[in-house]
């Protein structure tokens, strides 16, 4: 947005939202081109939840534009937690007491004194904060009523894929594409029992079993075996893919707590830094695809291409993916990996994959359990370093290809970047012989002058490359609130971080411009006050060019300023460790009237513990949230009966 058409920011702020809006939708108008309901009300106030199922009112379609992201203000809760919290705290402050005096058993009066200090001052600015008027009790009305109608079976919530915001749907649309999906990819086996005790047994047999053989030290039996406990069945969830015809879900398998979770990270850690080594084509963001095209040099005959892998993980097939990375590690020369076999590795790809196993539990229905025998788990830490070996094997051919006639190749996760001299009939059949290469793999490709990988939007501009940030159509104007619920300092980085991201990805001043107005507007929609938008994206100005307003950055040396920002290092400040075994850091629920109780705290630590043996240990005041509109709506999480052990 060109500032002699749209100047928002003036001394008296933002006076006319109609402006506004219609700046947004001529100059961004893909954000206005979501599906809506027919009986959606159209607000002046973007981003929009996508509502398939239900007649929304005012107040209520206002409700849901707040996003998943958005936090009320909940002193009850707060409340609620602070027993467990101040518990918590009085064992931790306890535990580094007795470290300190090297007693045993003991809990000297000054920390319950402490404790309860605490709980007193939190609980009587909390309650301060309870007996005002409420603010929100619309709010908490309507997400009851939106609870009420999804226990109803009338509505389901979820989180859209792409753009983050509200999906609202009929129950019947998420028992009918689960079962299509299923279908297509003939990737799952239903069984008739919950498999979870099973899981827990075997894994615990496989580890022990390792150990017995002297494959494995007990130490790493230790960190790895699974807990009867804690351990929890893997569940599937879906999104829902909104910005594609048809809007078909996205798979996702849960398994934070799954029996294999822990073997599944260990493997991810071992074997991922060697992929990266070895693999220098291979992305992990878009700084480093920014810096390959820097390098690059175009001609009048460069054209570029982007392919996509299609259904990647879950179509590798099983027992050749891990003897991919078996031989991945043989011809890189490890016979061993931080004292493990290539066999032992070997196994513990095996027993993962064979031993998938989640539980589905559509809207109403009753839950089922089930085994992947193709392709690994979506959410699964493992299947992503076992799909990236494998991709690496089938593509090595056309990597080789590509670097001898001096052409790009590069590659983030399922998605391929390539540039080629040849003419299109030529072009056609190369991306076909790569199409025929594996029955398991197929891919889908678009190509010209423009690309859009990433969230970049790269044209041709000889000698280099003009870049700029893509938004998918699907994409909303939509960031956390700024009257959510959160800490001062997280509503502080998002200008400051949007600004970053824009100067990296934009080449020329005149785009960054236009993204930086953009910026603007979508912090304004998400009500973000005008100064505090200033002040943070100035502080991001000051960063760079050690002025606050962004005339230097917009200028002569657009390009010395951007080579900065791409500078991995740029900007990183020395932070302290943590050091868990010494220092102390404790957690309690934020709400507003407690946004300055950290120094408050500190305070009472040095009045009480001053001049006693925990004056020189760290402490350490951090904050958590209380459940979001996206706790509190979109219910993914099967009954406790399906993936617990219970007594």
Known sequence: IHQTKAEFFSKKGVRNQRKLTHALSRYHPEHLKGKIHPHFTRLSFPPQA??????????????????????????????????????????????????????????????????????NEIRKTVETEKTEKPKNSILKSTVTLFQKLQKQKKVIFRQRDKSKVFHIDNPENYIEKPTTYMSRTNAYIEISTSPLREMIEQTDKFLRNLVTKKQMPQSMLDRLRPSRIESELPHLYYNPKDHKLGEPLRPT?????????????????????????????????SIIFLKHLKQFKTTSKTNLYTFDITD?????????????????????GYRKVQGLTINTIKEMFMHILENSYFVLQLPGLKPKFYRQIKGGAMGSACTQILADIYVRKW??????????????????????????????????????????????????????????????????????????????????????????????????????????????????????????????????????PPRFIDKHIGRFFQDVTEQRTSDLLLGERHQAYRERTLEPEWKKKEKRKIEFGKDILLHFTYTPSLAHFGSRFHQIWQEIFEDTPLDDIPVMYANRVSDSLRHLLVKKRPSKEAIKLLP
Not at 314 to 332: D, N, S, W, Y
């Open 312 to 332: 990647l993980y879950t179509m590798i097939p099983q027992k050749e993916a891990v003897l991919v990375i078996c031989e991945f590690l043989g011809r890189h």
């Open 395 to 528: 593509e090595n051919e056309f990597v080789q290809q590509q670097k001898k006639q001096g052409e790009l190749y590069l590659r983030f996760r399922d998605d391929v970047f390539l540039t080629k001299r040849l003419p299109q009939e030529q072009i056609k059949i190369f991306l076909s012989e790569i199409n025929k290469k594996d029955p398991n793999l197929a891919i889908t490709w678009e190509g010209g002058k423009t690309v859009d990988y990433l969230d970049v939007t790269t044209t041709i501009e000889i000698p280099n490359f003009r870049t700029k940030v893509f938004r998918k159509l699907a994409a909303q104007p939509y960031v956390l609130p700024f009257h959510s619920s959160h800490p001062i300092h997280i509503k502080r980085n998002i200008p400051y971080a949007a600004a970053l991201r824009a100067t990296r990805i934009c080449s020329h001043s005149e785009d960054l411009r236009s993204e930086l107005e953009k910026i603007r507007i979508t912090l304004l929609l998400n009500k973000y």
């Open 253 to 285: 398998v849960s398994g934070m707590k799954s029996p294999l979770s822990k073997i599944a990270s260990f493997l991810d850690r071992l074997i991922r830094p060697l992929f990266d080594k070895h693999t220098p084509y291979a992305l992990s963001n």
């Open 50 to 119: 996508n509502n398939k199922a239900y007649v929304l009112k005012d107040t209520e379609a206002q409700v849901l534009n707040l996003g998943p992201k958005f936090v009320p203000p909940a002193p009850e809760q707060v409340l609620e937690r602070l027993p467990k919290e101040i518990k918590i705290m009085q064992e931790k402050v306890s535990e580094a007491w007795r470290k300190v005096t090297k007693t045993i058993g003991r809990e000297p009066p000054i920390v319950k004194t402490f404790c309860d200090r605490i709980e």
